[in-house]
């Protein structure tokens, strides 16, 4: 039973336009929630985070949502830019057990 | 420069074969984890450890060894009991408490 989803494999977007990746979970244990950003032949990179207690966390153009009722999250990228075209996977974690449970990852491509 | 690396790059295995991956940090973190990527799939958990002489399984532990007798090194052995070995493996490090994971840049292996 997979704990955290991404329902969709690949997001293409314009220049400019705002990107929203989406990020289901079941585990209501999960307190601490991450966006990671791959390159191909790479490791994955941190990107932004939030904690149980927030719904909503920014950085620069980067913006975390979640929402606990739904058991949903989604990661806001505006203004779009082709440099952020990689895989981003959300990651899910109960930090008293100090592990991530990792979605599968969703392939964003910016068009110039 | 603080980071993690992880060693070789390409790695090629006959059957029947024990391998090591090797994963070092600088970083000063108490937790490592090790994962495996698949084509199209999200980062399954092998192994983890929280703190030095102890670890605990992941997800996917079976055909896997791992051993962690210093801080800043966790190596693992796919053993020939891992049927299916060829993937991406990724070594990661954090600090306690679930906190964001720092990659290394992966080891890829192949069966000859």
């Known amino acids: 039973d997979q704990q955290v989803k991404q329902n969709s494999p690949s997001l293409s977007v314009q220049e400019g336009r705002i990107s929203i990746l989406n990020c289901d979970y079941t585990?209501?244990?999960?307190?601490?929630f991450l966006w990671y950003k791959k390159y191909p032949a790479e490791g994955p990179t941190f990107l932004i985070s939030i904690s149980s207690i927030k719904d909503k966390n920014e950085d620069g153009r980067f913006t975390v949502f979640l929402n606990k009722s739904a058991k949903h999250l989604s990661l806001h990228i505006v203004p779009s830019q082709p440099g952020d075209s990689a895989v981003y996977f959300c990651?899910?974690?109960?930090?008293?057990?100090?592990?991530?449970?990792f979605g599968d990852g969703t392939t964003l491509t910016v068009k110039p | 420069d603080g980071g993690i690396t992880q060693s070789p790059k390409y790695l090629f295995r006959k059957e029947g074969q024990n391998v090591t991956l090797s994963c070092e940090q600088n970083l000063n973190h108490d937790a490592m984890y090790w994962y495996r990527q698949d084509p199209g799939q999200g980062l399954r958990l092998i192994y983890y450890s929280q703190i030095v002489n102890d670890f605990q399984k992941g997800d996917i532990a079976e055909g896997y060894s791992v051993s962690r007798e210093k801080k800043e090194s966790f190596p693992l052995t796919v053993t020939s009991a891992q049927k299916n070995p060829t993937a991406f493996y990724l070594c990661?490090?954090?600090?306690?408490?679930?906190?964001?994971?720092?990659f290394g840049d992966g080891t890829r292996l192949s069966i000859l």
């Open positions: 585990n209501s244990m999960f307190d601490y």
């Open positions: 990661a490090s954090s600090g306690a408490g679930g906190q964001p994971q720092h």
């Open positions: 990651a899910a974690s109960n930090t008293n057990a100090g592990k991530s449970t």
